[in-house]
T-cell receptor, first 112, second 116 residues
Framework: EDKVVQSPLSLVVHEGDTVTLNCSYEVTNFRSLLWYKQEKKAPTFLFMLTSSGIEKKSGRLSSILDKKELFSILNITATQTGDSAVYLCAAVTQGGSEKLVFGKGTKLTVNP | GAVVSQHPSWVICKSGTSVKIECRSLDFQATTMFWYRQFPKQSLMLMATSNEGSKATYEQGVEKDKFLINHASLTLSTLTVTSAHPEDSSFYIC????????????FGPGTRLTVL
């Protein structure tokens, strides 16, 4: 059974801290890994990772994939209260129709 | 970027009634759309894959007679929750896959269903 596990499930930090969110996956026909940020409504796309070892960056956020060890991390530096959200990772499986298998998410709370 | 809309954004209904949720891709054609359900503090769970012009593919444990999916055109998929019960109360999100595009699914804003 395809599975994506995220850790920690929740995290509380102070503004300015750096956080690392973890995502491990076990899926058949893995194609890529996606990170999303979910606030009150539907998830918003952050990163797509396909190749191992290549860091993707967007401002204070960065992410990397390790296809050998089957995990990915999402780093957020100099956190701000606006970073408070649930961060979801999802593995894309390739096949007739490409499905996303989501983890349960990490709830990040950034306190002022 | 690609935009997906959902309607309604929230709905409250009585137990036993049916509710239809629409998912539209506004600026692209989507041969495949996905329907997810998210319970409070849980992740998104894929319910079914909707393919234009053919029957939807349901995930294990999802009742196809209860959750009717119609993908009548390349820009519209509908999910009908039939004979809704309080346990069907959830956040329903659709996404549209852009064939040949990046590996991202474009998510709609979601529909909050509350069944009394």
């Amino acid at each position: 059974e395809d599975k994506v596990v995220q850790s920690p499930l929740s995290l509380v930090v102070h503004e300015g801290d750096t956080v690392t969110l973890n995502c491990s996956y076990e899926v058949t026909n893995f194609r890529s890994l996606l990170w999303y940020k979910q606030e009150k409504k539907a998830p918003t796309f952050l990163f797509m990772l396909t190749s191992s070892g290549i860091e993707k960056k967007s401002g204070r956020l960065s992410s990397i994939l390790d296809k050998k060890e089957l995990f990915s991390i999402l780093n957020i530096t100099a956190t701000q209260t606006g970073d408070s959200a649930v961060y979801l990772c999802a593995a894309v499986t390739q096949g007739g129709s490409e499905k996303l298998v989501f983890g349960k998410g990490t709830k990040l709370t950034v306190n002022p | 970027g690609a935009v997906v809309s959902q309607h309604p954004s929230w709905v409250i209904c009585k137990s036993g009634t049916s509710v239809k949720i629409e998912c539209r891709s506004l600026d692209f054609q989507a041969t495949t759309m996905f329907w997810y359900r998210q319970f409070p503090k849980q992740s998104l769970m894929l319910m079914a894959t909707s393919n234009e012009g053919s029957k939807a593919t349901y995930e294990q444990g999802v009742e196809k007679d209860k959750f009717l999916i119609n993908h009548a055109s390349l820009t519209l998929s509908t999910l009908t929750v039939t004979s809704a019960h309080p346990e069907d109360s959830s956040f329903y999100i659709c996404s549209a896959y852009l064939a040949g595009g990046p590996d991202t699914q474009y998510f709609g804003p979601g529909t909050r269903l509350t069944v009394l």
